[in-house]
């Protein structure tokens, strides 16, 4: 049940898996591969057949057939050192099917770990992404085995993989990915690594390496920053290594391979190789990245809470989309996440089915009145709000905790859906009218028509002003200390404003739709009194003049325009007084499985659920393995390899809002750093929302990684008459206090 590397090859499949014949062919070329073995299928299906079912569950609690623990403990202290512990499974690395990412891989591990390293593998085999994809190929459960491969880790200084085919254009050319530290940054894509295409000549992308992974002497993966993000991983000579021996690799196996490497000095070893199971892939579409790019701007760093609002809103999306003749396809399975809580989007199939409907859309009178939301669909969500909010928790049953959940979702679900009918047809709105602007020449866009409304934003802007300026001298030197004495502020006179202006605004969070991970003001009482602090700089008023030959030939579409953009801003605060109570009743289910709210952001919600439902899911043992990997589950989620969707050609981004400033860039994640913007920078951020509307009375230019013109932070900071170019990709990737120059108007940014 344990056999060498050296003593297997590529015809082995049923005894060691894809993983682990190939690498016993690799051995047999000649080609450097460390040292290693497999625990064989039979060692598995030894294990497996004693159980009363196979599942993930049970699996992960198999026991070792006999003697077989003692001699895999001896077999791995002879490899010395940390080990990588790797599923290889029968069905894996294969011409026809990769199986790539399916099963689980444990780095860094030693001594006795290596029997739940082991289990852990054996296990993943049943996990629910892994019996999907065996479906999507067609692969009956009962044909497939697994094996583990046990191999002397690599302590790599520079690491990554190699196509010996380029996977987007198909020109014969070797195309080398690389980073600094082990190969784990490249795969998941937690940093932007550097590309080589290797033919006649060499051409190098250096990328950004912010951070790297490297193998620590007890076994763990350390994450350290990168004194030079933008310094070569490897030199062209190392690359020409690389591609020479990936070219060997394809010309034995006759087919187009991708492989795994490492650089240990100047030491090269493979670490892996398959077949190129996939056909060449094409650049998303426009509208496939602008689908894309938007479910990131709105979700920018989804908790596995958080992914339940995200399948709430795809297919709602897919289904508006569908009205005005589009079809977007793969909605079911653009997201995915692994058993670490990381989680993935791809892009969509998006594809005009039917065109006449986009143009009647354009051309007709929209059939729903946008001044009916407030009493239809306004009134329904604020009844539910008011509802969930004030419901007694504590008599409930669990069960009845968690029906009560999956109503107020099924719930908010269908005003979501309403609200996205009721947007789209402003959307097509402000198309009709943009299209009017341009042929009128008028230098105007449809955002320059709404300057001067009232509407719930622009409400809740001025009142926060005069809050902020009405509070005496004693109440502004509470708010410039650091932390801020929430305690102490209470105490005064000025705390009944305070209150006052929460009871009406106080649902507003940063990361709307993310609802379970963001706080409202009500509920971060430290961050709203920051803002608050900040919010005596004035926010805009306009005095606007509509142009008169829309007043005169098109008046209904203009007052129907304005009046959909007062229902948007309705609509946000109403579903972020959902939110809280979503928050309210994820909150109590938390405690219930003694967890703090921060660890129940782990859980899926289904998990969640079914933990309330008493089916005896180790919710702790998934806390405990998510937690560490939630850096890399926030890079791999923004991760794209494809850019903006509306980006420039020849520019940065998307210009949102015209006009051209110059400041230091200062780096703002969340509103834990909003005390860092000081009047005059650039604020940089993956995205905005409403709550950080007054931010943007300090800045002098908007710099972030997700967005388009329509996004709220275009709408605002035109109001503020400040540049913003946003879909930029590399963003985050800004030095912070780098002068940067923004251009509004053409979408670039230079520093």
């Given at each position: 049940m344990i056999i060498d590397l050296h003593c297997v090859g590529k015809d082995d499949l049923d005894l060691v898996g894809g993983k682990g014949a190939n690498l016993g062919e690799l051995i047999r070329m000649g080609m450097p591969v460390p040292d290693g073995f497999c625990l064989t299928t039979q060692a598995y299906r030894r294990a497996v057949a004693a159980l009363p079912g196979i599942t993930a569950e049970t699996v992960a609690r198999a026991e070792l057939p006999d003697g077989l623990e003692a001699e895999l403990l001896e077999a791995t202290a002879a490899l010395g050192g940390p080990v990588a512990v790797r599923s290889s499974a029968t069905a894996e690395d294969l011409p026809e099917a990769s199986f790539a990412g399916q099963q689980e891989t444990v780095l860094g591990v030693v001594g006795d770990d290596v029997i739940a390293a082991v289990r852990r593998c054996w296990a993943s085999l049943w996990s629910e992404r892994a019996i999907a994809y065996r479906r999507e190929q067609g692969i009956d459960d009962a044909d497939v085995a697994l094996a583990v491969v046990v191999q002397r880790m690599v302590p790599a200084d520079a690491a990554g993989v190699a196509f010996t085919v380029d996977p987007v254009t198909g020109s014969r050319e070797v195309s080398i990915e690389s980073a600094f530290g082990l190969g784990e940054s490249v795969v998941s894509g937690a940093v932007t690594p550097d590309a080589h295409q290797v033919g006649r000549r060499i051409r190098r992308r250096p990328g950004v390496k912010a951070t790297r992974i490297d193998l620590a002497p007890n076994g763990s993966t350390v994450t350290r920053p990168v004194a030079d993000p933008t310094a070569p991983a490897i030199t062209d000579r190392q690359a020409r290594r690389i591609a020479s021996l990936a070219l060997r690799v394809e010309r034995h196996y006759a087919t187009p391979m991708d492989i795994e490497w490492a650089l240990e000095g100047d030491r090269l070893w493979l670490l892996q190789a398959r077949p190129v199971t996939t056909s060449i892939e094409k650049r998303p579409g426009l509208l496939a990245r602008m689908f894309r790019d938007d479910v990131i701007e709105h979700f920018p760093s989804p908790h596995p809470l958080d992914l339940a609002m995200v399948e709430m809103l795809l297919p709602i999306l897919a289904s508006v989309a569908r009205r005005i003749g589009l079809e977007i396809e793969g909605v079911d399975d653009l997201v995915t996440m692994d058993d670490d809580g990381v989680a993935r989007i791809g892009h969509p199939r998006v594809r005009v089915r039917a065109p006449w409907r986009i143009w009647t859309s354009l051309r007709r009178r929209n059939r729903l009145d946008p001044?009916?939301?407030?009493?239809?669909?306004?009134?329904?969500?604020?009844?539910?709000?008011?509802?969930?909010?004030?419901?007694?928790?504590?008599?409930?049953?669990?069960?009845?905790?968690?029906?009560?959940?999956?109503?107020?979702?099924?719930?908010?679900?269908?005003?979501?859906?309403?609200?996205?009918?009721?947007?789209?047809?402003?959307?097509?709105?402000?198309?009709?009218?943009?299209?009017?602007?341009?042929?009128?020449?008028?230098?105007?866009?449809?955002?320059?028509?709404?300057?001067?409304?009232?509407?719930?934003?622009?409400?809740?802007?001025?009142?926060?002003?005069?809050?902020?300026?009405?509070?005496?001298?004693?109440?502004?030197?509470?708010?410039?200390?650091?932390?801020?004495?929430?305690?102490?502020?209470?105490?005064?006179?000025?705390?009944?404003?305070?209150?006052?202006?929460?009871?009406?605004?106080?649902?507003?969070?940063?990361?709307?739709?993310?609802?379970?991970?963001?706080?409202?003001?009500?509920?971060?009482?430290?961050?709203?009194?920051?803002?608050?602090?900040?919010?005596?700089?004035?926010?805009?008023?306009?005095?606007?003049?509509?142009?008169?030959?829309?007043?005169?030939?098109?008046?209904?579409?203009?007052?129907?325009?304005?009046?959909?953009?007062?229902?948007?801003?309705?609509?946000?605060?109403?579903?972020?007084?959902?939110?809280?109570?979503?928050?309210?009743?994820?909150?109590?289910?938390?405690?219930?499985?003694?967890?703090?709210?921060?660890?129940?952001?782990?859980?899926?919600?289904?998990?969640?659920?079914?933990?309330?439902?008493?089916?005896?899911?180790?919710?702790?043992?998934?806390?405990?393995?998510?937690?560490?990997?939630?850096?890399?589950?926030?890079?791999?989620?923004?991760?794209?390899?494809?850019?903006?969707?509306?980006?420039?050609?020849?520019?940065?981004?998307?210009?949102?809002?015209?006009?051209?400033?110059?400041?230091?860039?200062?780096?703002?994640?969340?509103?834990?750093?909003?005390?860092?913007?000081?009047?005059?920078?650039?604020?940089?951020?993956?995205?905005?929302?409403?709550?950080?509307?007054?931010?943007?009375?300090?800045?002098?230019?908007?710099?972030?990684?997700?967005?388009?013109?329509?996004?709220?932070?275009?709408?605002?900071?035109?109001?503020?008459?400040?540049?913003?170019?946003?879909?930029?990709?590399?963003?985050?990737?800004?030095?912070?206090?780098?002068?940067?120059?923004?251009?509004?108007?053409?979408?670039?940014?230079?520093?």
């Open positions: 001044r009916d939301w407030e009493h239809a669909e306004g009134r329904r969500a604020r009844q539910l709000a008011a509802r969930f909010s004030t419901l007694p928790l504590d008599p409930l049953t669990d069960g009845e905790l968690a029906a009560a959940m999956v109503e107020l979702l099924a719930e908010a679900r269908e005003i979501v859906d309403r609200r996205m009918q009721y947007l789209s047809q402003h959307l097509m709105r402000g198309l009709r009218l943009d299209a009017l602007l341009r042929v009128t020449r008028s230098g105007l866009s449809q955002f320059d028509l709404l300057g001067d409304l009232d509407y719930v934003t622009a409400t809740l802007n001025r009142e926060l002003h005069e809050l902020a300026t009405s509070a005496p001298a004693e109440v502004h030197a509470l708010l410039n200390r650091s932390p801020i004495d929430v305690e102490a502020l209470r105490g005064t006179a000025w705390w009944v404003d305070v209150k006052a202006f929460l009871d009406r605004f106080g649902a507003r969070a940063t990361r709307m739709y993310q609802v379970f991970s963001s706080r409202s003001w009500r509920e971060d009482l430290p961050g709203f009194l920051m803002l608050a602090a900040m919010a005596v700089d004035a926010p805009p008023t306009k005095d606007i003049r509509l142009p008169r030959f829309l007043v005169r030939r098109f008046p209904r579409l203009l007052a129907d325009y304005r009046a959909g953009h007062v229902m948007r801003e309705a609509s946000v605060q109403e579903f972020e007084e959902l939110g809280v109570a979503m928050r309210r009743l994820a909150g109590q289910a938390a405690g219930r499985l003694g967890l703090t709210r921060e660890e129940a952001l782990f859980l899926t919600l289904d998990e969640t659920l079914r933990a309330l439902r008493g089916e005896g899911l180790d919710v702790a043992a998934l806390v405990e393995r998510r937690q560490p990997e939630r850096d890399r589950a926030e890079a791999v989620w923004s991760a794209s390899t494809h850019g903006a969707a509306t980006a420039n050609a020849s520019g940065d981004g998307v210009p949102a809002s015209p006009g051209r400033a110059s400041g230091p860039a200062r780096i703002i994640h969340g509103p834990e750093d909003f005390h860092r913007l000081q009047p005059g920078d650039v604020l940089v951020c993956r995205a905005t929302d409403p709550a950080w509307t007054p931010l943007f009375a300090r800045a002098v230019a908007v710099v972030a990684s997700t967005g388009g013109r329509l996004s709220h932070a275009a709408i605002v900071a035109r109001e503020y008459g400040i540049p913003a170019v946003l879909g930029v990709p590399e963003a985050m990737d800004i030095v912070d206090g780098t002068r940067l120059v923004v251009d509004g108007s053409a979408g670039t940014v230079s520093g």
